[in-house]
């Protein structure tokens, strides 16, 4: 059952800590469609789910409010498993909203990250522990259940990463997440794979919720895509803590015909009813159409 972190700076910090944040489901997972005899892939219950996890942008490149991740969730709740902020889009908002909005995703059975925007915290405060554990109370009394910390904007030590964040974005490209350039991000150069592998291992030691993959370097901003550090990822660390970013359609259908469709992905909200059909095996395109298959239990 997914909850929220038992972790937090608490340890170095202060004594704020997460409270855990149990599914209640009021959405789609108990109603019955019109086509019950149509045979589809099975999925892991929600509930339970910590595989075939589906988590989605909210506000960032188009503003999502209650209201549409309230009739969202209502149809396609089911395929949803979280809730995701950009740019720390959540800081300009007024309170009520964001509660609100936070209030609806809770509702629904989805868990809420901020996504990244410590790191702004961190680099403006020049790790100030006052400022860092006032910021996490802040995230905790409006209702985030996850915190998110990316490795592509910081020099952080991995004690100090491992210690404050239970949800860790790695990736080998330096400069990730600040919608750079492929010019841009090839002069800024990238990470061995290694490198990724042995922090995840870590932050998995240490309790992380999941690791969430940047796509950048890797099939984001790249003039040909690195599958060989895909490989290495789902070959070296648990399936069920890794997460990738995939919000193209090519990319999270990459990830579907190599991974299954239990793969745990990141994308943007817009998509979830095409990811939905992808996993349930109902429709694709001519490469995976009729080939995407799970077996019952």
């Known amino acids: 059952m997914l909850s929220r972190p038992a972790t937090s700076v608490s340890r170095a910090i202060g004594p704020r800590k ?7 489901l009021t959405s789609t ?3 019955r469609t019109a086509y019950p005899y149509l045979p589809t892939n099975t999925l892991p219950p929600k509930s339970t789910r910590k595989t ?3 988590e989605i942008r909210g506000p960032y490149y188009a503003p999502v409010t209650k209201t549409y991740l309230d009739k ?10 979280s809730v995701k902020f950009a740019g720390g889009s ?3 908002m007024p309170e009520e909203r964001l509660r609100d909005l936070i209030d609806v995703a809770h509702k629904h059975g989805c868990y809420v990250s901020t996504g990244g925007f410590i790191e702004r915290v961190l680099s403006t405060s020049a790790g100030n522990k006052d400022a860092i554990s006032k910021y996490l109370k802040t995230c905790k009394d409006v209702g985030f259940d996850v915190l998110e910390l990316s490795s592509g904007f910081l020099a952080l030590p991995i004690d100090d990463w491992a210690r ?14 600040g919608d750079a350039s492929v010019q841009e991000l090839e002069e800024a150069g ?26 950048e370097g890797i099939t984001e901003n790249v003039k040909s895509w690195r599958t060989d550090v895909i490989s290495a990822i789902t070959s070296s660390l648990p399936r069920d803590k890794i ?25 943007d909200h817009s998509q979830v009813v095409q990811l939905a059909c992808l996993r349930k095996g109902i429709w694709g395109t001519g490469g995976t159409f009729g080939r995407i298959v799970t077996v019952q239990e």
Do not use: C
Not at 18 to 24: D, E, K, S
Not at 164 to 177: C, D, F, S, T, Y
């Open 52 to 54: 075939g996890l589906t």
């Open 18 to 24: 997460f409270q855990p944040f149990t599914r209640t």
């Open 29 to 31: 997972s108990h109603l």
């Open 90 to 92: 959540f800081s300009l």
């Open 164 to 177: 404050l964040i239970p949800k860790p974005e790695v990736g080998i490209q330096w400069g990730a997440g």
């Open 190 to 215: 990238t990470r061995d794979v290694q490198w990724l592998v042995e922090r995840a291992e870590v932050f998995v030691d240490a309790g992380a919720h999941i690791i969430m993959i940047e796509s």
């Open 72 to 81: 969202l969730s209502d149809d396609w709740g089911d395929f949803v498993d």
């Open 243 to 267: 997460m990738f970013e995939a919000a193209e359609p090519d990319v999270f259908t990459y990830h579907i015909k190599n991974q299954g469709a239990y793969a745990n992905l990141f994308i």
